[in-house]
């Protein structure tokens, strides 16, 4: 009883075919299933990652708006007689109806 060489070939393909077939489709269900379990840690730790950077991060202003702005010096409130001689050289770059006055305030005598 001899078979064919056809039939004897297509029965070697098919004793391939079945112990392939069933090797490759659990190489590519463990390889999906890795690809899986790595996204799954990504998203993990993106998440604690985010969590981080939330309890890290501090306002940049305050919550509540300024009240009360400070005070600006006032001319009065650094006598000009302090500057001595060396404040006339300050008048120097200021405009001509300021000067005035500022000189009228420096050489007035300290109180």
Known sequence: MGLSKQMTFTLAC??????????VAGYLSARLEA???????LRALETRLNVRE??????????????????TPRLHQAPATALGEHGRHWLRGVPAWLAEPLREIQERPAQ
Do not use: M, Y
Not at 35 to 41: D, F, P
């Open 14 to 23: 098919a004793v391939v075919l079945s112990a392939l077939v069933p090797g």
């Open 35 to 41: 690809i899986e379990t790595a996204e799954r840690n």
């Open 54 to 71: 939330a309890r890290d991060t501090r306002p940049v202003s305050l919550p509540a708006p300024c009240l009360r702005t400070p005070s």
